[in-house]
């Protein structure tokens, strides 16, 4: 897979399981994106590093892990 189509599929997988911020983003919390995406992303971190990297998402952690960090939101920025 290429980087561009997985960060199709992690919006796909928020967009798809989403909560509405206050501001009106997508965001979902790191476990229910870890669980949901569990058969479709083989590398979540990498995917969402990369998606940082470009904007289209925000979270406030260098590196999320489970379970620790299974309560942190992620969130879609871009639409």
Known sequence: MNTSHEIEVL???I???ETK???GKSTIPYGV???KTANTL???NGTLRAAKRQ???AFDAELLMMPRDK???V???ED
């Open 11 to 13: 919006r796909d997988a």
């Open 15 to 17: 967009k798809a399981n």
């Open 21 to 23: 911020s206050a501001d």
């Open 33 to 35: 994106l870890f669980d």
């Open 42 to 44: 083989e590398a979540l």
């Open 55 to 57: 904007k289209k998402v």
């Open 71 to 73: 309560d942190v939101l």
């Open 75 to 77: 969130t879609w920025i």
